[in-house]
Each structure stands twice: as structure tokens, then as C-alpha cells.
């Protein structure tokens, strides 16, 4: 029976998603919902995208090993990528009209870094979108009794959204997150109330948790300890930022001031949700022991649905399976579109001219549906954990294209050369700290990768141009002409900010 109201609610949202598509008339239709979402639906789909796979099954389970500490990235790091965005970048980025974050490095910096950089977001995306792939194939096989494969519930659970990602694009993303953030708040709230009764109440779960060292956030006062905590933290706090999907959430909006707090309330929504899979996975310690030591080191994400499934009702199941569903589904539909939408626009439209806004449209699609193939293959030979996939996702554009934004909306000086050498350094030092191997190293590949972006930017920026520059691109950033001009924001921005500190 479980399995059949999750069949049913599942063909009920692709629907709605489907219907939704019928407001796509062109790529701005699909790529950034026209610009016409209203406070409501931005904040839900902010929330909504962020609260996937890892947020019901990996933090959890890293929570249960690790405690606080271990989840550092992810709610916090994350969390709070999202409130920055809303107070530092929206606006500016809003002011711009563009169509992705690919449009920002080729009007500030010219077509070499757009295209750089637009390949390291692409890249970042596959472990992102891996993770919620694969956890569609635990939960179909899961509800299923076993009947349904995790490498065929894999296949069904990519195959069905892409359908009404494929016709619907950002409409349909919108429309279906507003509504499974409903059902997300709904059956975690629920589920929630359920095994609190069982394990004795919040109080009782706290209090162990609480006397379990669970609670303990700051690492060891030691260094390695202290920068790997500092690195871990900045991974998804930082590198989510330069990211298709939070610019498509802060351009779909209605204005600015709805494209500024819709992503602060909606980064604040989600760290607070984030907590509710938390308190379930450790209410599992309390209610059935014997399951959590039997799981805990073969097979931790299975610990929350083991539980619901062995103990809770079968309402309290299908809201459970139902939020869940919820959260990967819009998790994995945004992060399907986004890349799409990028890779189409800034690699492949320059490679195709005079190519009219129709066939732009279709090239979007065909992109989305070889992008799904391409990253469920790459699920099903994943051997990471759903939270490693996701916190790994974000350190090639940590290291590749945050410096390069930061810089271009708030440093005048920053050129195209110190843009492409600070990708050149960041991506370089990382893959060095990688491929040395060993041990964990003192500093943690990323953040070496970011500190040596950030000296390639300065340095690049500051000694005299050598690299060629697109005349055309820089004269129009200095002089500028409308509100969609990069140069200017970033001159706005930082007379803002000299004018308040003198």
C-alpha cells in the first residue's frame, strides 16, 4: 500500500509539473521562469532545492557519527551560502538581467573565463545531482520491499523528472517546489511528533544527545583540526555561491527586494528544517538500538527509513516517503536545469550562431536530457555517500569561480588576466593537493585551492596587462549602458562602501 500511494503521489507532481510547462514560451520562460516568481514561490524553491537527499538521509547519518561537528558544511556551511547570497550578491546580480551566473565572467572578464568557469560549474553539479539519483534509487527500492532495484529505481526516478523538467524548465521546477515544500514541512512536522512520542519526548532525545557529546560543534583547539573544520565550513558556505541554480533563484524572482529575502528567509527555512532529520536519525538510538549499531558502519542512510518503516504507522510512512520524495525531487530537478541552462547558453550558443531563440530552446532541452543520462550513469558507479557527494560537489568552483565573482562585483581593479590566473592558480593548487595523496594534507586541498585563487587575482589584477583583454567587453563595463551593465554595479557597489566608511 505504501508503495502505491508513493506511485500515486509521484505521478501527481509530474503532472502538475507538466502543466506548469505550458507557460514556457521561450528560453527566459525556461531558464528563469520569465522573471515573474512572486515572494512566496522564490523562498519555497530556495528552500525547496536545497533540502535534498543529504539534508533527510546523509546529514543524519554523518550527525550520528560525527555530531555537530561533522555537519559543519552541511546545514551550516550551506545554510548560510544562502543568506549571503540574499545580503551580498542578489542584488547586484539581479540588477544585471542576464540569463545565467556564464553571462556575469563573459560581460566582466570576456569569453576565455565565461568559458572556464562555466565548464568547473557544470563539473560541480554531477556530484550534486548524483546524490539525489542515488537516493531515489534507495528510497524506490526501499518502498518498494525490495521489488524495485536501486539501479532500476535510479533509472524511473531521473526518467520521470526529466519529463517535466525537459517541457517545463524553470516553471515547472517553481511550481513543483512550492508544492513539495508544503509536503516537506507537513510530513517532517508529522513524523517528527510520531517518534518524538516514541523515544519519550524531545526533552528526553535532547538530553542524550546532549550527554553523548553530540552538541559539540568547535573542533580540538589544535591546527590541523581547526583548519580542516575552517575548510569544510567554507566549501558549500563559499563555492555554492558562484552556482546556475542560486542565480536562477535570484533572477526568476519579481524584483529585487523579493530576489534579496526570498533567498535569506528561504537559506534561513532550510537551516532550520535541517534539524528535524537530525533529531529523527538520533531518536533511532533510543527507540531501536540493536537496528542503529546493526547499520551505523555498513550502511547509516538506511538507519531514518529503517526506522520509520519498522515502527511508525502507515500514515506517518507515506508523509515520511512523501517529504522525502519531496526534497530529492526538487533538489534533482533544479540541479538537472541548471547546468543545462548554462552549458547551452555560454559554451554551446557562441559555438552555433545565428541560432534563433526556438532552436536556443530545443538545444536547452537536448542538453538537459543528455546531462540526466550522463550524471545517472555516474550515480550508479559512485561509490561516495550521499553527503560526500554533495559536500565534494562544490570545491572545483570554491577554487575556480569564486574569487573571479567576488571580485567582479566589488574590486574595480580586477581584470580578465587576473581571472584567468586565478582560476589558473586555484585549480591547479587543488588538483596538486589531491594528486599528491598520502594522508590527510595540513591544509585541505580546497581551501590551499581557494587561498592560491585569491593570490592569483591580486597578482594578475595588479601587474601590467599581458594576456589579451576583449577591448569591446572592457570599454563597455567602464562607460556602461543600462542596468544590466556588470562594471557598473561592481563601480555602484564599491562607491557604496566607500562612501560608508569614510
Request: net charge neutral.
Amino acid at each position: 500500500m505504501l508503495f502505491w500511494f508513493v506511485i500515486a503521489y509521484w505521478l501527481i507532481s509530474v503532472a502538475i509539473g507538466l502543466v506548469a510547462a505550458t507557460r514556457v514560451h521561450n528560453t527566459r520562460d525556461f531558464a528563469v521562469a520569465g522573471r515573474h516568481l512572486p515572494f512566496s514561490m522564490v523562498t519555497a524553491t530556495v528552500f525547496a532545492t536545497w533540502f535534498g537527499a543529504e539534508a533527510v538521509l546523509g546529514i543524519p547519518a554523518t550527525f550520528l557519527k560525527e555530531g555537530l561537528n561533522g555537519v559543519v558544511a552541511d546545514p551550516f556551511g550551506s545554510s548560510m551560502c544562502l543568506i549571503l547570497v540574499g545580503l551580498f550578491f542578489a542584488a547586484p546580480l539581479y540588477r544585471m538581467n542576464l540569463l545565467t551566473i556564464g553571462d556575469f565572467y563573459k560581460k566582466r572578464y570576456g569569453r576565455g573565463v565565461e568559458v572556464l568557469t562555466t565548464i568547473a560549474i557544470v563539473i560541480s553539479y554531477l556530484g550534486w545531482v548524483g546524490a539525489q539519483i542515488s537516493a531515489l534509487g534507495l528510497v524506490f527500492n526501499v518502498v518498494s520491499g525490495g521489488e524495485v532495484s536501486k539501479l532500476a529505481g535510479m533509472w524511473i526516478g531521473s526518467a520521470t523528472i526529466l519529463v517535466y523538467t525537459l517541457f517545463g524548465g524553470m516553471w515547472a521546477v517553481a511550481v513543483t517546489d512550492f508544492l513539495q515544500m508544503i509536503i516537506i514541512v507537513i510530513g517532517m512536522l508529522w513524523i517528527g511528533g510520531e517518534v518524538s512520542g516514541m523515544a519519550g519526548g524531545v526533552g528526553v532525545v535532547v538530553s542524550h544527545a546532549l550527554n553523548e557529546g553530540k552538541f559539540a560543534f568547535l573542533p580540538p583547539a589544535e591546527p590541523r583540526e581547526m583548519i580542516a573544520f575552517f575548510a569544510a565550513a567554507i566549501t558549500m558556505m563559499l563555492g555554492s555561491i558562484p552556482q546556475q541554480d542560486v542565480f536562477q533563484r535570484v533572477q526568476s524572482a519579481k524584483s529585487e527586494k523579493i530576489a534579496v529575502w526570498g533567498s535569506v528567509l528561504g537559506g534561513s527555512l532550510y537551516f532550520a528544517f535541517a534539524f528535524v532529520p537530525m533529531f529523527l536519525a538520533y531518536s533511532a538510538t533510543l527507540i531501536s538500538p540493536d537496528m542503529v549499531g546493526r547499520l551505523i558502519d555498513t550502511d547509516s542512510q538506511m538507519i531514518l527509513p529503517e526506522l520509520v518503516l519498522s515502527k511508525a504507522p502507515l500514515v506517518a510512512q507515506i508523509l515520511f516517503f512523501g517529504a522525502l520524495l519531496s526534497a530529492i525531487k526538487s533538489c534533482a530537478s533544479a540541479t538537472l536545469l541548471a547546468p543545462s541552462v548554462t552549458f547551452t547558453e555560454n559554451i554551446l550558443k557562441p559555438a552555433l550562431p545565428n541560432l534563433t531563440d526556438r532552436k536556443l530552446l530545443f538545444w536547452m532541452r537536448v542538453v538537459t536530457f543528455t546531462f540526466t543520462v550522463l550524471v545517472t550513469l555516474y550515480a550508479m558507479y559512485s561509490k561516495a555517500s550521499i553527503f560526500k557527494m554533495v559536500e565534494n560537489a562544490y570545491q572545483i568552483t570554491l577554487v575556480a569561480a569564486f574569487v573571479p565573482l567576488l571580485c567582479g562585483l566589488y574590486w574595480r581593479r580586477a581584470t580578465n588576466q587576473g581571472a584567468l590566473v586565478s582560476i589558473f592558480c586555484g585549480i591547479a593548487v587543488w588538483l596538486a593537493v589531491h594528486l599528491a595523496g598520502g594522508e590527510e594534507p595540513f591544509i585541505p586541498a580546497q581551501l590551499a585551492g581557494l587561498a592560491a585563487s585569491l593570490v592569483g587575482m591580486l597578482a594578475g589584477s595588479l601587474v601590467k596587462q599581458r594576456l589579451p583583454h576583449d577591448i569591446h567587453v572592457h570599454d563597455r563595463l567602464r562607460h556602461g549602458h543600462h542596468a544590466a551593465d556588470a562594471h557598473g554595479v561592481a563601480h555602484e557597489g564599491i562607491g557604496t562602501i566607500h562612501h560608508h566608511r569614510s
